[in-house]
Each structure stands twice: as C-alpha cells, then as structure tokens.
C-alpha cells in the first residue's frame, strides 16, 4: 500500500512541470504561434527560480524569479516572431539554444548549493488517510496551482469571450483582424502566458522536485512539453491526461530501474522520448482526414493596412 | 506613432548580402556589454574569442577540425530547411553514425583487417544517419506526425544507446573502468594530413561535400524542386513536385551526412568512442545553416567563423576564466540577429500616423 502511494506521489511530482509548461504552450498555440522554445524558457526559469530562493531563502519569491524569467524569455520571441515575423521554428531553435547557455551563466553561481524544497500541506486527521492522504492532502503549492492552472485554462479558452477571441486569432488571423482584433497583442499576450508558465515549470524542478541546481536539469521535458500539446490535440482535458500519463513513464522506469529488471539503465531512461515518438505517430495517424491544430499555428502574420 | 513591417515588392539583395555582417557586427556589440557584465575587460575579451585563435598554426588547424563536422551537418540541414523539413536532430544522427562506424572498429580491433575497414566504417556510419533520419521523415509523410519533435526526441535515445555501450559491451577493458572504447588502430583511423598536425582527411570530404551541395542546388532539377517547395508549395504542387519525396530525401541526405560527420569526429580527433564526443555540434550546425543564408558557400564560411568562437571560447576560458557557457549564449544571439536581419530582406520598417490611417484601418 505505502508503494502505491510512493509511486502516486512521485507520478504527480514528474508531471506537474510537464502540466504547467504545456498548458501555457497550449494557450500560446491556440493563439496561432509555435514557441518552440519551451526548453530554453524553461532552463532559465529554473535557473532564475533557484537563484530567487537561494538569496532570499522563499521559495514563493524563487517561483516568482521563474515566471518572470520565462516572461522576458518569451519577450525576445515575442519581438522576433511576431515584431519582425520571423520564422517561429527558428526562433524557437534559437531561444532554446541561447536559453541553455544564459542558464548555465546564472547558474554557474549556485551549482552545489542546497536549499530546503518547498513545503508540503498537512492537514491533521487528512493527510494521515492511507493511500490518498498524502495524494490528496499532502502535496506542495506547484501542484495544486498546476491544476488550478489547466482549470483556469480551460475556462478561459472556452467559457469566456477574451478565449474565444484568442481563438480565433489561432485559426485565422486574417478574419479576426478584419473584424478589428488586434492579433498582433493579443498573440503577445499569449506567447507571455506561456513563457511564465514555462518559467514556473522550469522553477519548480530545483524548488520542489530536487533542491539543487545542474546545469541541463530540465532534461528535454519542455520539448515533451511540446508533444503533450500535439498528444491533447490542443485540448486542455486531454493535456491533464497526457501529463499524467508521460509522468506515469518517467516514473515508471525509475522503478524498474531500481527493481534490478535486468535491462539495462539506458534503455529504460529512453523509454519517456521513444513514448513521445510513438505517441506522437499514433495520435497523428488516427487523426488523418482532419486536423485539429489551430489552423494559424506557425505561420506569420503582418497586418496589412 | 507606430513602427510596423512592410512588405518589400522585391527582395532585397543587398540587405540579403550584407544581413549576416549587419548580424556578426550586432552580436559583437552585445558580447561586449555581456563580457562588461561580467566583470572582464571585453577589449581583451574580444581579441580572446576572435583573434588570438587566428594567430598560431595550432589554433588555425583546430578551427578547421571544429568546422568540418558544423559544415558538413549544416549542408545537409539546409537542404532540409529550404524543402521546409525541419531536421533539428542532426544532433541524433551524428551520434548514430559515430555508433555505427565504431562496430566496424572495435570489432576488427586487434585484428590484421586491412585498409577496408575505414572506408566500411565511413560508409556504415552514412548508412546508420540516413535511416535514423529516416524514421522521423517516415512518420512525418506517413502519419503525419511533427517531425521537429521526433527528430528531437530521438536525439535524447541516441545519446542513451551510446552510453550504454562504451559503459557496457564496447568498454575498453583496460580503461581504468572509464566510459570509453579502446583507441582505434591505425587502419580504423581517419588519416592526418600534414604529419604530426591535426588537419585531417574529413576537411577535404566536408570540402567534397559543399562542392556537391552547389552543384545539386544550383545546376540540377533536383536542387531546384528541394529550393520550390520550401519557397512555394502551392507552385510546386502545380508543378507536379512530390513534396513528401523531397522529405525524406532531404532526410536521408542531410542524416547521411550527419552521420558520416560522426564518424569522421570519432576516428579523427577523438580517436575512440566515448559519451561527449560532440559538443552539441548538431544544434551549433542549425545556426551554421542560417547564418550561412542555406547556401553552400555561405555555409562554409559560417562553420569557419562558428568554428572560431569555440576555439574562441576555450582560450578565453584558460586565459580569462570566462565560463564556456558564454559561448552558447554568443551563438544564441547570433542566431536571432541573423533572423532578425533576414527579416529586412522581405520587409522594410514604416513609422505610421495613427490618425492617418483611422479611415481605413478601423473598417
């Protein structure tokens, strides 16, 4: 019984930074723009969110140091991608490159220092349940506020007029600015969403998954991040199951790994980027005959005027 | 008062010309600011990073070493880029070439196996890149399915089956337990040029390899669909052209020479194979491929300059304790000035009067 809930805890702790990011690229693209530099964004906010706590000892400020992080990380997009219609693959790639290095710079100061996680909720007589005390009752602010997060997400795209509008800009942004949307802002604002929630995914690996910074810790997840949005077909439900079940792998093969399976390491450590792969072909294949990308997504846009 | 983009009627050809200068000039500007930062004197700084490599026979060779595997991969990236196929795990592919030829040389190790075996090796290691390429191409034209994110993907798995054999059933038993193979014989070892130097016979294929790069897109049919169906797909459509074709051709070729890079790297320079044999040559090649406008030549000389920061950067490192890190973060604005610039080939800047334009821009 303690096993099943060690594994449960540690699933939710491997998905909540693949939640976050992926819920704020999933608002980004549904505003028709491809940031491929979740990666990039993310390494800094990790970085910046380390930095935060271990000078100032909150981890609350740390989170905060993240998302602003992200949020000038998406800016630099923001202004290539959209101020200068770039290319937003190759920004993208850029962002991501420029990002490790940046991160690497702010880390260098910090490598090997520790700092206490972030604290867990306990409730008397709740989080003492067995089996889902400690799921329920017992887990750390991210990842309460990650479900909070995909939540408000899905209200906001869906339930109010500022998502439909953002919609719209995703599926044709020569419409929504003939009906005088300023597409432009409103995919700014969007790109900014998602680089703060790229910041805060980033941010929550040192501040609560492990309380140090490496160099390189965020380990591809912003790119799985990426995939998730394609794997939910851009639906907010979907992504929850996505990040569930992609942490569900990640944890998976740590077990095994631990059980002694007579696999090698490696092998199982490839298991979550071969998933993503085969998800990805899957989902891909049993949508043929219709796709459900915003219809904008990746392409540039300069108001004619 | 607003600054909005506007479509150029032509592209401009001396912005397009003169762009990756514009772009080199600006990232100089910013590192100097980034080297202030950083408490280092960026007068020095710079002559670290841009001459002193320039200056003796050693560091010359050395940059011309570092450049083969950058232009080499950035070659085949470009033709991929300018069919709008987004290869971006060159990275992956150059890690299974290196995997690949370094079979041919830890099996024949020790062996009286003759003159064939580099050859074998240099062309297994093309063969293993291409159909490594091949399987994100694949399930792009099959499936549908991103082929940025199964490139990607697949760049991660190939790091991991390296590490799994030179930790494993590869590892030199007399390696002190370190992750590495034993060191190549000599017949499994990619030649010098000069005696004693470092240059070695991969600077001449990467030579060979631009070469055809130019020949193919500038005087053959094929190179002309590759440039159409990136710059217009709706005309290449009209025309007949089978874009996913050119996909996973594009693929083949551009893994095949990744590939072919890796084991050039591992029988070169390195001499065995062990994890680290690249330092991220495969993501450095994608701002190769731009800075160099997608053009063969340019390419070249993208590599030689990209060539020159790593070297750069170490000797900055060992006589000014400037982290190594400085040096992504250099190539990572290199690469949004060059975008940045390009942009200007297409668009001009226009300063517009909001009160002018009420008229017709609010309807």
Redesign the interface.
């Known amino acids: 019984m303690e096993l099943v809930e060690a594994i449960i805890l540690s699933v939710l702790a491997a998905s909540t930074p693949l939640l976050i990011a992926a819920t704020g690229e999933l608002v980004t693209e549904r505003s028709g723009v491809l940031n491929l530099g979740v990666e990039g964004m993310m390494i800094v906010g990790a970085a910046c969110g380390f930095g935060g706590a271990w000078l100032t000892g909150s981890i609350f400020i740390g989170a905060l140091f993240g998302i602003v992080a992200g949020i000038l990380m998406s800016l630099i997009f923001a202004l290539m991608a959209l101020g200068l219609a770039v290319n937003q693959v190759a920004t993208g790639l850029a962002l991501t490159i420029f990002g490790v290095g940046l991160s690497g710079l702010i880390g260098a100061g910090f490598v090997g220092e520790r700092i206490s996680p972030a604290a867990h909720l306990t409730i008397p007589g709740l989080t003492e349940i067995p089996l889902i005390g400690h799921v329920l009752f017992g887990e750390d602010g991210f990842v309460y506020f990650s479900i909070a997060l995909i939540i408000g997400a899905w209200w906001f795209l869906y339930r109010t007029r500022a998502g439909l509008i953002l919609r719209a800009c995703g599926d044709n942004h020569v419409s929504a600015h003939a009906l005088g949307y300023p597409v432009l802002r409103i995919r700014t604002f969007a790109v900014m969403f998602g680089g703060a929630c790229a910041g805060l995914a980033g941010a929550y690996l040192p501040l609560a998954y492990t309380p140090f910074f490496i160099p390189g810790m965020t380990a591809g997840r912003g790119w799985i991040a990426l995939a998730l949005v394609v794997f939910a077909s851009w639906r907010p439900g979907r992504l929850v199951v996505g990040a569930y079940l992609f942490g569900a792998v990640t944890i998976l093969q740590l077990h095994a790994q631990g059980f002694g399976v007579g696999i090698p390491s490696q092998f199982m450590s490839a298991l979550p980027y071969l998933a993503t792969v085969i998800v990805l072909v899957l989902l891909s294949r049993a949508r043929t005959g219709g796709s459900t990308a915003p219809a904008a997504l990746g392409t540039v846009f300069v108001p004619d005027r | 008062m607003q600054l909005?983009?506007e479509?150029r009627t032509e592209r401009s050809n001396t912005i397009a010309l003169v762009s990756p200068l514009i772009a080199i000039g600006l990232t100089i500007v910013t590192m100097t600011i980034l080297f202030a930062i950083?408490g280092k004197n960026p007068l020095l700084a710079l002559q670290a990073y841009f001459v002193a490599p320039l200056t003796d026979g050693y560091s010359l060779q050395e940059i011309a070493v570092k450049a083969t595997p950058l232009v080499m991969i950035a070659i085949g990236l470009s033709l991929c880029y300018l069919a709008n196929a987004?290869n971006?795990g060159a990275e992956g592919q150059f890690l299974i070439g290196a995997v690949a030829g370094s079979w041919i040389a830890v099996k024949t190790q020790g062996t009286d196996a003759g003159a064939w075996v580099l050859p074998v090796m240099l062309v297994l290691a093309a063969a293993a890149g291409a159909l490594y390429a091949l399987?994100p191409a694949i399930?792009k034209v099959?499936?549908?399915?991103?082929e940025?994110?199964?490139s990607?993907?697949?760049v991660?798995?190939a790091d991991?089956?390296l590490?799994?054999l030179v930790?494993?059933p590869w590892r030199d038993p007399n390696g002190f337990n370190f992750p590495t193979t034993a060191d190549f014989d000599p017949v499994a070892t990619v030649p010098v040029l000069i005696e004693g130097g470092r240059l070695h016979l991969g600077s001449i294929i990467a030579l060979l390899v631009v070469a055809a790069a130019a020949i193919l897109l500038g005087r053959t049919i094929k190179g002309f669909e590759i440039r159409v169906v990136g710059a217009a797909p709706r005309a290449a459509r009209f025309g007949g052209f089978n874009a996913n074709q050119l996909i996973i051709l594009t693929f083949a070729v551009s893994g095949a020479l990744a590939g072919l890079a890796g084991i050039i790297e591992v029988a070169g320079p390195v001499g065995h194979l062990q994890p680290g044999i690249s330092p991220g040559y495969g993501?450095?090649a994608?701002?190769v491929a731009?800075l160099g406008r997608l053009n063969p030549v340019g390419i070249l000389i993208a590599g030689l300059f990209l060539a020159l920061t790593f070297i750069g950067g170490e000797q900055a490192q060992i006589a000014m304790k400037i982290?190594?890190?400085?040096?992504?973060?250099?190539?990572?604005?290199l690469?949004?000035y060059v975008?940045?610039c390009?942009?200007l080939i297409?668009?001009r800047f226009k300063l517009?009067f909001p009160n002018r334009?009420v008229a017709?821009?609010?309807g």
């Open positions: 909005v983009l479509k950083l987004w971006i399987i399930c099959k499936f549908g399915a991103s940025i994110l199964t990607l993907m697949l991660y798995v991991l089956l590490d799994y930790r494993g993501f450095t994608i701002i731009f982290p190594l890190d400085v040096t992504k973060v250099f190539q990572g604005i690469l949004f975008l940045a390009d942009s297409l668009y517009v334009q017709r821009g609010a």
